[in-house]
């Protein structure tokens, strides 16, 4: 039978300890953020199987490597998750070390597959593809890390990264079957492939962003 919670003493440790550092990230990473790869991957747990403390924990530490240069985020964050000594209180060394690869392997970008389900759950679930949701992060990415780019700088930079990470032709990757990102994926290429929709979104979010900023 599969355990539909997370142990509350590792939630209170969580939610206490470690969730509170995304308030230092960027507003594409930010507490928000966390906590939509943290729900999504719980879903997952159900069509996978996977243990569900591993999962949560993973979820939660996923982005804490953003303390650094976000090139090499997923590294940084995997030795943060496998030198937390206070995680030993309910994994052992080999599911920590499973844990470590997992945040590893959740970038986008990267070139193989994830080593375990558990690199595939938190993957899949940091790929957030929600049509507005991903809009508003790219956005949101390129308004904290290029303040020098005028409005059609940032327009530049937005298109350059969905066509190379989510159209038909872009490197990111699904990979649980059946997940709801496959359907959600081929409604965000679509609009990819009609420019001025997409420029109309664009507009939009941007404005709102500025104005919240």
Known sequence: MINNTPSLDLVEFIETQ??????EFDRAHNM?????????????????????NMVYTIAAYHDLGMCGHRADHHIRGGK???KDARLK????????KIMKEAVEDHRASASRAP????GK???EADRDIDVEVVIRRTIQFGLANYPELDKDGHWK???EHM???YSKEGYVRLWIPGSPNGKKLSELQNMIEQPVKLHEAFDKIFEEEISNA
Do not use: C, M
């Open 18 to 23: 470690i969730l509170p550092k995304y308030a």
């Open 32 to 52: 928000e953020h966390v906590t939509r790869v943290i729900r999504s991957s719980l879903d997952l747990v159900k069509v996978t199987g996977a243990d569900i």
């Open 80 to 82: 943060i998750l496998e």
């Open 89 to 96: 209180k309910w994994f052992s060394p080999e599911q920590i």
């Open 115 to 118: 080593r375990s389900i558990y």
């Open 121 to 123: 759950i938190v993957a």
């Open 157 to 159: 930079r937005f298109l």
């Open 163 to 165: 066509q190379n990470k």
